[in-house]
């Protein structure tokens, strides 16, 4: 099974954005083999926006309907609501994108044997 996971970073090595004021999510893709970059997504930062919060807050969760997890340095409550409404499972962890990858990596295939009774 692949997971979907996006990443919160400024610049591509280091989880370091909180969710309302990123500006953009690396995507990637988790397989039993490790991980795969699979694209870059611009969105509209959530806070100190012009527009209604809520309306930019939907958006952005839309952009990631495909994930599955969301890693930020930090989240507030609303947005993690939101996400978690979606089906989408939010961690804040901020660090190296590489290391923590491969550990999430590890959690969601140990979850999902779990859960499959192996």
Avoid at 5 to 12: E, N, R, Y
Avoid at 26 to 41: A, P, V
Avoid at 90 to 116: E, H, M, S, T
Wanted: a neutral charge; proline letters at 3%.
């Amino acid at each position: 099974m692949t997971f979907r996971v996006a990443v919160a970073s400024s610049d591509g090595k280091v989880i370091n954005q909180h969710f309302g004021r990123a500006g953009q999510f690396l995507i990637f893709d988790l397989s039993e083999n490790g991980y795969d970059f699979y694209e870059l997504r611009k969105t509209a930062p959530v806070c100190g926006s012009e527009e209604t919060h809520d309306d930019l807050l939907q958006l952005t969760v839309n952009c990631l309907a495909d994930c599955q997890v969301v890693l930020v340095s930090r989240v507030g409550p609303g947005a993690e609501e939101a996400l978690r409404r979606s089906g989408i499972r939010v961690f804040a962890i901020p660090g190296l994108i590489q290391p923590v990858l491969l550990k999430l990596n590890k959690y969601l295939r140990n979850q999902d044997k779990n859960c499959r009774g192996e």
